[in-house]
Each structure stands twice: as structure tokens, then as C-alpha cells.
């Protein structure tokens, strides 16, 4: 049973609201005239804000959009201004509508960035100016409940220290309800690679350094940080085959088999690039380039986003190895506190760190005619899933015939 969202949130003082409601003028910005226009002023308050993440940034978020918008939805930017009409607060959220056999039904409201079958975007959250992280939180809570227009809504992947996130529940009220959803794991890299070395679980403490002297030893090798346009270019196709292959050679069809995520992760890696936020790591041995590595840089937070590497060099620790390059370069920038293995729970992240943020989803369901059919439903597969489970367990039990 996961913990209750007063349990998990940060607890805040009200001081911090010292921006009064009659001081914001708040605007629901539902075109994409509206999205490009917002551009600059967009990422000039993220970067000001305690939210500052590269998955919130306006390129990311105008580039999903354009990919991955899903059918019956629109935009649902709500925008938070002072007196002087500067922007202080934004809501980077859209509206969708579910339909079963043709039929409407749900209207949901997520963050940018999720809401598909892909996993794309991660530490999400409204922002603000610090200050107004109340005032903004506060209203647009009362935005979103005086629209009639949603029936569910769903947000996910709110670190357990957001400073808007808590005033936001309790605007909402106790019907909204806020559960651990997903655990990141991080290195930090603001010293040394022996502090690193330290905080790694005993044996890969102990052989990590191993693994790359002997799998090293004789061979010609480079690891290389791409840097121009040709370089990403060259190196993107070999992430995309050694992700791959590695995948397939598990048995399993690898993320670039999703609709449109190759395309998405070219463009945005062009776009990183111009911006200084990408990394995208290759290492060769004999001519030949058998791992890759890409993250996304903000805030001096590497965030390790995919990465693969030939699987006929998996029993030499090859993965290991190239992770310990590529953290080993994030330490000896000055530029970069954090190298972020995101979440998702794989077990070889917990060998490489014990630190870790916890991530929170918040939802709110409305009672009405919209909603009762999906309510129906989740209800039925509640109980579906109980009953499977006491069939297996009373047959489990039976002696055999």
C-alpha cells in the first residue's frame, strides 16, 4: 500500500504565500498559435523557478505535443501573470476525451509529456516564480475546478519535493488523492569517482574498475562526446542499432519499435544540441562502436534517458563500462552535479546508488454521468483481479487428482 499524499509531500509553511489573488490574472491557453508564442517567456520562468527540469522546458513539451498528441485532445496551458504581465506561474497540461466503440465518455486532463502508451517525460510539475508558488498553485486549482469541462484528472511523476504540489492537494480538497508512483535513482557527481565508488553496492564497488581494465586491455578505444550535428547525427543511428539489438537479442522489440519515437528522440536531439543539453555518449573498441549513451542535461542534472550497447559483449560487463565513462565525464564537468538514472525500478540501478527521489501521482475523480461508466469499469477489473487471485490460490491449494 503506498503512502497517502500528506505523508509524502513536503510540508510548506503558508508564509510562502506573499502574492495575493486579486495581484494574478489567470488565462487558459488552448491554441497552438498560443504554445509557440509563449516560447521564450516559457523557458525564462522555468529557469527562475525551484521546478527547473529539461522535461518541462518548452521544446520538449511543443515537440511531444506536435508527436504524440493523442486523438479528441486539445491544450490546456493555464498561465498565471502579475500586475505588470509578467508571467509567474504555468500549467503545462492538455485535455482528452476517451472514446469506447466510437462512444465519448471521460474527459481526462494530464501533463504534458504523458497520457500514451510511451514513457517519455518524467519530474513534472506546475512552475512558478519563487514567491508565488502558492498564490499560483492555489489558483490554478480554482481554475480547474470551476471548468466543468473534466471529469478525471491524472497527474504524474511530481517529485515528493515540489513546493507547488502540496498547496495545490489542498486547494483540491481531500477527494483528490496523491500516491508514490515511480523511485529515481541518481549518482552525485559534484566530487570524485572514488565518492561515487562509495555509495555503489558491494560488488560492483569492488569490480567495477576491474571490468573496464581487462574488457580494455590491448584493445584501441574511444570514448566520444558528440559534438557537432554530423557527429549527433552518426551517433543517434548507432544508439538506435545497439538499442536494438541488445532488446532483441532478450527476446524483447526495444523502444524504437514504438510509433513515432524514433522520430521524436532525432528531432529532439537536434534541438538539444543547439541548446547545449545533449549528451550523447559512443564508445568504439577496434574500429568498431559497440555502446551508446544519450541523457539530457539541465540544472546540472544529467538524466540518463536510453542508451544500448552489442550484446555479444554482455558477459564483459559492457553496460557497466560504459556507464562508468559516461559518469566519470559528468564528474569532471563543471557543469554537472547529478547523473540521473530516472526511474522505472531496473534492479542494476540500485548497484550503481542508495540515493534516490521518490515520484508522485495525483488524482481526482469527479462523480458524475461522464465518469460513471469509467468508474464501472475500474471497479469491475478491481474485483476481476481479486477474484482471479482467489481461484489461483484455492486451486493451488487443491491436493492433486
Given at each position: 500500500?503506498?503512502?497517502?499524499?500528506?505523508?509524502?509531500?513536503?510540508?510548506?509553511?503558508?508564509?510562502?504565500?506573499?502574492?495575493?489573488?486579486?495581484?494574478?490574472?489567470?488565462?487558459?491557453?488552448?491554441?497552438?498559435?498560443?504554445?509557440?508564442?509563449?516560447?521564450?517567456?516559457?523557458?525564462?520562468?522555468?529557469?527562475?523557478?525551484?521546478?527547473?527540469?529539461?522535461?518541462?522546458?518548452?521544446?520538449?513539451?511543443?515537440?511531444?505535443?506536435?508527436?504524440?498528441?493523442?486523438?479528441?485532445?486539445?491544450?490546456?496551458?493555464?498561465?498565471?501573470?502579475?500586475?505588470?504581465?509578467?508571467?509567474?506561474?504555468?500549467?503545462?497540461?492538455?485535455?482528452?476525451?476517451?472514446?469506447?466503440?466510437?462512444?465519448?465518455?471521460?474527459?481526462?486532463?494530464?501533463?504534458?509529456?504523458?497520457?500514451?502508451?510511451?514513457?517519455?517525460?518524467?519530474?513534472?510539475?506546475?512552475?512558478?516564480?519563487?514567491?508565488?508558488?502558492?498564490?499560483?498553485?492555489?489558483?490554478?486549482?480554482?481554475?480547474?475546478?470551476?471548468?466543468?469541462?473534466?471529469?478525471?484528472?491524472?497527474?504524474?511523476?511530481?517529485?515528493?519535493?515540489?513546493?507547488?504540489?502540496?498547496?495545490?492537494?489542498?486547494?483540491?480538497?481531500?477527494?483528490?488523492?496523491?500516491?508514490?508512483?515511480?523511485?529515481?535513482?541518481?549518482?552525485?557527481?559534484?566530487?570524485?569517482?572514488?565518492?561515487?565508488?562509495?555509495?555503489?553496492?558491494?560488488?560492483?564497488?569492488?569490480?567495477?574498475?576491474?571490468?573496464?581494465?581487462?574488457?580494455?586491455?590491448?584493445?584501441?578505444?574511444?570514448?566520444?562526446?558528440?559534438?557537432?550535428?554530423?557527429?549527433?547525427?552518426?551517433?543517434?543511428?548507432?544508439?538506435?542499432?545497439?538499442?536494438?539489438?541488445?532488446?532483441?537479442?532478450?527476446?524483447?522489440?526495444?523502444?524504437?519499435?514504438?510509433?513515432r519515437f524514433e522520430e521524436f528522440l532525432r528531432q529532439i536531439g537536434r534541438i538539444a544540441l543547439t541548446e547545449n543539453r545533449l549528451r550523447l555518449w559512443t564508445l568504439t573498441v577496434n574500429g568498431q562502436e559497440i555502446a551508446a549513451l544519450i541523457a539530457f542535461l539541465d540544472n546540472g542534472i544529467a538524466h540518463y534517458f536510453q542508451g544500448g550497447f552489442d550484446p555479444a559483449f554482455a558477459k564483459d560487463h559492457l553496460g557497466s563500462i560504459m556507464l562508468k565513462f559516461c559518469i566519470e565525464q559528468?564528474?569532471?564537468?563543471?557543469?554537472?552535479?547529478?547523473?540521473?538514472?530516472?526511474?522505472?525500478?531496473?534492479?542494476?540501478?540500485?548497484?550503481?546508488?542508495?540515493?534516490?527521489?521518490?515520484?508522485?501521482?495525483?488524482?481526482?475523480?469527479?462523480?458524475?454521468?461522464?465518469?460513471?461508466?469509467?468508474?464501472?469499469?475500474?471497479?469491475?477489473?478491481?474485483?476481476?483481479?481479486?477474484?482471479?487471485?482467489?481461484?489461483?490460490?484455492?486451486?493451488?491449494?487443491?491436493?492433486?487428482?
Amino acid at each position: 500500500m503506498h503512502p497517502t499524499a500528506e505523508a509524502s509531500l513536503t510540508s510548506l509553511p503558508n508564509t510562502e504565500f506573499s502574492a495575493g489573488r486579486e495581484e494574478i490574472s489567470v488565462s487558459v491557453l488552448t491554441s497552438e498559435i498560443d504554445f509557440d508564442a509563449l516560447r521564450e517567456e516559457w523557458d525564462e520562468l522555468l529557469s527562475a523557478s525551484k521546478q527547473c527540469v529539461y522535461f518541462l522546458r518548452w521544446s520538449w513539451n511543443r515537440l511531444w505535443w506536435q508527436t504524440y498528441a493523442p486523438p479528441h485532445s486539445k491544450l490546456l496551458l493555464i498561465t498565471c501573470r502579475d500586475r505588470q504581465h509578467r508571467l509567474v506561474g504555468l500549467a503545462p497540461l492538455y485535455w482528452r476525451q476517451q472514446k469506447t466503440a466510437g462512444i465519448p465518455h471521460i474527459r481526462e486532463i494530464y501533463f504534458l509529456g504523458t497520457g500514451t502508451e510511451i514513457k517519455t517525460s518524467e519530474y513534472l510539475d506546475f512552475f512558478a516564480r519563487p514567491g508565488y508558488e502558492q498564490a499560483v498553485a492555489q489558483l490554478i486549482a480554482t481554475t480547474l475546478t470551476e471548468d466543468h469541462t473534466w471529469d478525471y484528472l491524472y497527474l504524474w511523476g511530481v517529485p515528493t519535493q515540489s513546493t507547488l504540489m502540496p498547496h495545490f492537494h489542498r486547494a483540491l480538497g481531500n477527494r483528490a488523492v496523491t500516491e508514490i508512483c515511480d523511485h529515481n535513482s541518481y549518482v552525485d557527481t559534484s566530487g570524485d569517482w572514488e565518492m561515487v565508488r562509495q555509495g555503489m553496492g558491494k560488488t560492483l564497488r569492488t569490480n567495477i574498475d576491474r571490468y573496464a581494465r581487462r574488457f580494455l586491455k590491448d584493445k584501441e578505444f574511444e570514448f566520444h562526446l558528440a559534438t557537432t550535428t554530423s557527429e549527433v547525427e552518426a551517433a543517434m543511428e548507432e544508439l538506435i542499432r545497439l538499442h536494438q539489438a541488445r532488446w532483441e537479442f532478450k527476446g524483447k522489440p526495444g523502444s524504437f519499435t514504438l510509433p513515432r519515437f524514433e522520430e521524436f528522440l532525432r528531432q529532439i536531439g537536434r534541438i538539444a544540441l543547439t541548446e547545449n543539453r545533449l549528451r550523447l555518449w559512443t564508445l568504439t573498441v577496434n574500429g568498431q562502436e559497440i555502446a551508446a549513451l544519450i541523457a539530457f542535461l539541465d540544472n546540472g542534472i544529467a538524466h540518463y534517458f536510453q542508451g544500448g550497447f552489442d550484446p555479444a559483449f554482455a558477459k564483459d560487463h559492457l553496460g557497466s563500462i560504459m556507464l562508468k565513462f559516461c559518469i566519470e565525464q559528468c564528474i569532471e564537468a563543471d557543469n554537472i552535479t547529478e547523473f540521473d538514472f530516472m526511474g522505472g525500478g531496473a534492479a542494476y540501478k540500485k548497484h550503481w546508488t542508495g540515493l534516490s527521489r521518490d515520484m508522485l501521482e495525483l488524482r481526482l475523480m469527479r462523480n458524475n454521468l461522464h465518469s460513471l461508466p469509467f468508474q464501472t469499469y475500474r471497479w469491475a477489473r478491481k474485483r476481476g483481479g481479486q477474484l482471479k487471485r482467489k481461484l489461483r490460490s484455492y486451486w493451488q491449494k487443491q491436493p492433486p487428482a
